[in-house]
């Protein structure tokens, strides 16, 4: 490090000191920036698989809807009774309801 510091002050005309300062704050941006990238890509991940995870109960939460109200209208047209608590079709009814 002693003798890249050494030709860049010789190019520049810098003095050392200011030089070696100027490489260690070079040095400290690019490993904060590599540490900041991976906490990014890292809770990017994280959120990504959340959002999947999401994607997927919102699908079967629409797929039993969806067969809940098929259910529900097929027990209807067999003149059963829909028991809301138990989610399923009861006996049809014997009289008028």
């Known amino acids: ?3 890249l510091i050494t030709v860049i002050a010789g190019l520049t005309g810098i003095p050392r000191p200011v030089t070696g300062i100027l490489a260690w ?3 400290a941006l690019a490993v904060s920036g590599t540490v900041w990238g991976g906490y990014e890509l890292i809770k990017h991940w994280g959120a990504q698989e959340v959002r999947d995870q999401i994607e997927k109960d ?3 939460a629409i797929r039993k809807g ?3 109200s098929r259910s529900f209208d097929d ?12 989610q399923r079709c009861s006996v049809a009814a014997l009289g008028p309801r």
């Open 75 to 86: 027990c209807i047209a067999a003149h059963g009774v829909w028991d809301f608590r138990r």
């Open 25 to 27: 704050a070079v040095i």
């Open 1 to 3: 490090m002693s003798w």
């Open 58 to 60: 919102n699908q079967d």
């Open 66 to 68: 969806i067969e809940a």
